[in-house]
């Protein structure tokens, strides 16, 4: 079984119409799976639907925590890309789970989207890594501990 939990950013941002930006929706991860055929046992849970720069030291306590109390060890948060890092830093003295974090550059409702292919690498990456906390993106893995998002590339890299 894996523990799904989303917390918005741009993987569940969605259009209302033309005149509109782009707004935080209801998470896209359920239909996806689905769409997908993925069978592997999971549960999907929406604990916030917040672009990660208006995420608080509260909401990084609360993703914690409903990390820590997860009965499974293995948990995949989707998550903004701009503080990704920073939530997978506060989830990194969480013991006995593989805890992998991902998103995406593009929001799933469109067609040209890195999302579905992060959310397949990120499952995979959950159910193959050992314990640890992880962000696996655009077909990379990488460590927290020493991972920056370079904003001007469009990607996560390795700090020097």
Same mark, same amino acid.
């Given at each position: 079984?894996?523990?799904?939990?989303?917390?918005?950013?741009?993987?569940?941002?969605?259009?209302?119409? %033309?005149?509109?930006?782009?707004?935080?929706?209801?998470?896209?991860?359920?239909?996806?799976?689905?769409?997908?055929?993925?069978? !592997?046992?999971?549960?999907?849970?929406?604990?916030?639907?917040?672009?990660?720069?208006?995420?608080?030291?509260?909401?990084?306590?609360?993703?914690?925590?409903?990390?820590?109390?997860?009965?499974?060890?293995?948990?995949?948060?989707?998550?903004?890309?701009?503080?990704? !890092?920073?939530?997978?830093? !506060?989830?990194?003295?969480?013991?006995?789970?593989?805890?992998?974090?991902?998103?995406?550059?593009?929001?799933?409702?469109?067609?040209?989207?890195? %999302?579905?292919?992060?959310?397949?690498?990120?499952?995979?990456?959950?159910?193959?890594?050992?314990?640890?906390?992880?962000?696996?993106?655009?077909?990379?893995?990488?460590?927290?501990?020493?991972?920056?998002?370079?904003?001007?590339?469009?990607?996560? !890299?390795?700090?020097?």
């Amino acid at each position: 079984m894996i523990d799904i939990f989303t917390t918005g950013g741009t993987i569940d941002k969605v259009y209302f119409d %033309a005149l509109s930006e782009y707004q935080i929706g209801a998470t896209a991860l359920p239909d996806m799976l689905q769409e997908n055929n993925v069978f !592997v046992a999971h549960r999907v849970t929406q604990l916030m639907r917040k672009d990660s720069l208006e995420l608080t030291d509260a909401d990084r306590a609360a993703i914690r925590d409903a990390v820590a109390a997860s009965d499974v060890d293995k948990i995949l948060v989707t998550h903004g890309t701009d503080t990704m !890092v920073d939530t997978a830093r !506060v989830l990194s003295g969480i013991a006995g789970k593989t805890i992998v974090l991902t998103g995406a550059m593009q929001p799933a409702s469109l067609r040209i989207s890195d %999302a579905q292919f992060n959310v397949g690498f990120a499952l995979a990456a959950t159910q193959t890594l050992p314990h640890g906390v992880y962000i696996a993106m655009n077909g990379e893995v990488f460590d927290p501990a020493n991972t920056h998002k370079d904003r001007l590339a469009h990607r996560f !890299v390795r700090d020097q």
